[in-house]
């Protein structure tokens, strides 16, 4: 079967206007062999040379692989008690998922019903997850902060010649039009915050959407404008009290429905901003959360410092 | 119905210029000429994709809420293609080589 001339035509010029067809797949064929010359050459050793070393080196090594033993042994010893496909009391049939939909509004008060199960109904689980944004902000600061032990004169030589060059290429297209588009971005970035009980929103979304405005205004104006009102205590006191509050409106919420006390947080009406109890606090602390770990992991991984 | 044929070869023309720009993409081989090429999709393939959702629409909110969405990608795209170039031809010494630069 011979391709038409028409159809071999239009594949040449996709691929370049080279008439000499075999170079294309030369250039695919080398970095094959390369790659697999290279990877074991490089990882079998580092990991040896890791493992070996001191005694204190091997056993780390080895509390790791049973770290990782056990948890892996554990998870797997979840999924053997799973419910089994299809059955009739699954989650999808079960009366939590009727109750969520039938009686959410009414108990938990906001109109987004997704918001309700994720903040309220299944709150812990939640705040889970923004203690797993602390911590991850937490390690990538204890491993990749520049301090005198890990950075030399030369290093830091480095890092501010490439400030100043950024100075001197400091981009008047982009200065202008993120001053014209941030505060636009930090606006819809507080809305979605604000709108998370209310519309498809939320603290997570809301909250990347805040850390890529303060990422788009380094990139614009240099770290030192943005130090300037983002520095580390600010930093720390956003991040420390987000979670706090978190944890004491979540505690407060559990103990109060474990115990059948009356709720003493208003609901609200239904439809208005402030309404829906905890849910708003909770979304704005998230979303602060959220918009800090994003943007320290994008300066500590860049600079090595915010 | 006019305006229904309009906006039909209003949107059929912006997709032509995405399925461009997307060949150009694939075409090209070097990084100032593929982001000229893509930067079609951006600007016409928006525009004439989003004038005739506008004309499908009539006036209202929605077509108000597209405009600003078209602003906003006029804004942004041509100034992220721009920061592309820059940074391609900062880091790239032997930038000339592969296409012509003026």
């Not at chain 1, 035509?9 to 691929?15: A, F, G, P, S, T």
């Not at chain 1, 014209?180 to 990347?208: D, E, Q, R, T, W």
């Amino acid at each position: 079967m011979k391709k038409p001339l028409w159809y071999e035509k239009l594949e040449r010029w996709v691929e370049g206007d080279s008439p000499a067809l075999p170079e294309p797949l030369a250039h695919v064929e080398n970095p094959e062999p390369v790659k697999e010359e290279e990877a074991p050459v490089q990882h079998g050793p580092s990991l040896l040379r890791s493992a070996g070393g001191t005694a204190m080196n091997r056993l780390t090594t080895a509390f790791g692989i049973l770290c990782c033993a056990i948890f892996a042994l554990l998870m797997l010893t979840t999924v053997a008690y799973l419910p089994r496909f299809g059955d009739a009391d699954n989650a999808p049939e079960n009366e939590t998922s009727r109750r969520y939909i039938e009686q959410g509004l009414e108990e938990v008060g906001a109109t987004n019903l997704v918001t309700n199960i994720i903040l309220v109904y299944r709150g812990f689980d939640t705040y889970g997850e923004s203690c797993v944004l602390f911590l991850g902000a937490t390690a990538v600061i204890m491993l990749l902060e520049a301090d005198r032990k890990n950075t030399s004169q030369k290093d830091r030589l480095a890092l501010r010649r490439s400030d100043a060059l950024d100075e001197e290429e400091r981009n008047q297209i982009l200065g202008h039009i993120t001053t014209v588009l941030m505060p636009v971005i930090f606006l819809y970035g507080l809305y979605i915050l604000c709108n998370g009980h209310l519309s498809p929103g939320g603290g997570f979304a809301g909250g990347s959407i805040l850390g890529g405005a303060l990422i788009l205004c380094e990139n614009a104006f240099g770290a030192r404008r943005v130090q300037s009102f983002f520095n580390h205590k600010v930093y720390h006191i956003i991040k420390v009290g987000a979670l706090i509050l978190y944890a004491v409106l979540i505690c407060y919420t559990i103990y109060v429905g474990a115990n059948g006390l009356p709720n003493l947080i208003p609901l609200g009406t239904p439809g208005s901003i402030l309404s829906a109890g905890i849910i708003l606090p909770i979304n704005v602390a998230v979303g602060l959360e959220v918009a800090c770990t994003m943007y320290a992991f994008y300066t500590y991984f860049g600079r090595g410092d915010l | 119905m006019i305006l229904e044929i309009l906006a039909a070869v209003l949107i059929g023309l912006g997709l032509i210029c995405c399925c461009i720009a997307m060949f150009g993409v694939y075409r090209m081989d070097y990084v100032l000429t593929r982001i000229h090429a893509a930067a079609i999709i951006d600007t016409l393939g928006t525009l004439l994709i989003f004038a005739g959702m506008i004309l499908l629409r009539g006036l209202g909110w929605a077509s108000a809420k597209i405009l600003l969405i078209l602003a906003f990608q006029w804004l942004t795209s041509p100034v992220s293609t721009h920061r592309i170039s820059k940074v391609e031809i900062l880091s790239n010494p032997d930038y000339d080589k592969h296409c012509e630069v003026e």
